[in-house]
């Protein structure tokens, strides 16, 4: 059997992967709306999703929270100046996509 791409994606809890397309909109459209604890950071040279998901929530595979709410794709990688909508409370995203 072969290991898919998002395999050893982090789960948040209860064993359920919430890194799917349909989560990463349900994100996007409550950062927009303003109904997450956001904080928001201007991405400097040579920063990854995953450096600032390791500072943030302990865990460089939860990247993809950052990505949703900043609606900038799959990647971990963005150029300097993107602006990250970053949640700031893993629960909100638990109870919002859970």
């Given amino acids: 059997m072969a290991i898919g791409r998002y395999d050893r994606t982090a ?4 064993g359920t992967q919430f890194g799917t397309s349909v989560s ?9 709306r303003g109904n997450l604890s956001i904080e928001h950071r201007v991405l400097r040279e040579g920063q990854r999703l995953d450096q600032i ?3 943030f929530y302990g865990d460089g595979r939860l990247w993809w929270i950052i990505a949703a709410a900043s609606g900038i794709g799959w990647s971990p990688q ?4 993107t602006v990250l909508f970053i949640p700031t409370d893993l629960v909100q995203i638990e109870n919002l996509v859970g």
Avoid: D, K, L, V
């Fill in 11 to 14: 789960r948040i809890s209860g």
């Fill in 24 to 32: 990463a909109n349900t994100i996007h459209r409550a950062a927009r």
């Fill in 53 to 55: 998901a390791g500072q």
């Fill in 78 to 81: 963005c150029p300097a100046g």
